[in-house]
């Protein structure tokens, strides 16, 4: 994976405009990323230079995007790297990241963890 960089500003912008919203949605980092999660579950998020996206089996298959592995070796079941054509391409990308979202809606919610003191 080598250094651990910063994701580009325009990365963060596209994140910021695609990433869908709505009830149970809530947005915030992850690793020091920004990421979106719904009740509980990441759908989405960003890794240096690669947008991740959770999707089931099927729609994996569909993009043809590699395992997400923010180590190598260690893939993050059902996440994938958005391949840079779709990256690149705002309407698209929302398209996938509204898959996302429905698909991390079906999942049973997290709990939240207590606060210590």
């Known amino acids: 994976m080598g250094k651990w960089a910063k994701s580009p500003p325009e990365l963060v912008a596209r994140f910021g405009r695609v990433v869908p919203g709505g009830k149970g ?4 980092p992850m ?11 990441m759908f989405a998020g960003l890794w240096q230079d ?17 395992p997400f ?3 190598e070796g260690r893939p993050m079941k059902e996440y994938v790297s958005v391949p840079a054509g779709i ?7 929302a398209s ?14 997290k709990a939240k963890k207590k606060k210590s003191k």
């Open 69 to 71: 592995e923010p180590m």
């Open 96 to 109: 996938w990241a509204k898959r996302s979202l429905a698909y991390a809606s079906k999942l049973k919610p």
């Open 50 to 66: 690669q947008m991740i996206l959770r999707l089931d089996e099927k729609a994996r298959a569909e993009i043809g995007a590699p």
């Open 87 to 93: 990256l690149a391409d705002d309407v698209k990308l």
């Open 25 to 28: 949605v809530e947005r915030r």
């Open 31 to 41: 690793f020091g990323y920004p990421a979106a999660f719904v009740n509980g579950n």
